[in-house]
């Protein structure tokens, strides 16, 4: 079992930056593979950006410049370090973890944390 906490998300003026947090405990050893969602409201869950256990970063063409996803591996901490935000970049923002490579596809990930709501005003 993994259990993923999220925090960070709050409601920031475009052009502005936030930075989320997720907070990963448990068997984090077995589920390497991380990850960033989002969700609109009316909209599908969309892959935000990934990192693979070597490292290897995945981005959405529509954050790509924009943001960073980073980990922590001696506190089991992901980062979303989000930059030049744009109202379309709200959501809610899941973290997720699993020990399938699936990297922006969201059938990998076994775990899933409950959001953060993310609210970009124009």
């Known amino acids: 079992q993994v259990q993923l906490v999220e925090s960070g998300g709050g409601s920031v003026q475009a052009g502005g930056s936030l930075r989320l947090s997720c907070a990963a405990s448990g068997d984090t050893y077995s589920n390497p593979y991380m990850g960033w969602f989002r969700q609109a409201p009316g909209k599908e869950r969309e892959g935000v950006a990934a990192i693979d256990s070597d490292g290897s970063t995945s981005y959405a063409d529509s954050v790509k410049g924009r943001f960073t996803i980073s980990k922590d591996n001696t506190e089991d901490t992901l980062y979303l370090q989000m930059n030049s935000l744009k109202p379309e970049d709200t959501a809610m923002y899941y973290c997720?973890?699993?020990?399938?490579?699936?990297?922006?596809?969201?059938?990998?990930?076994?775990?899933w944390g409950q959001g953060t709501q993310v609210t970009v005003s124009s």
């Open positions: 997720a973890a699993g020990n399938i490579a699936t990297m922006l596809m969201t059938w990998g990930y076994n775990y």
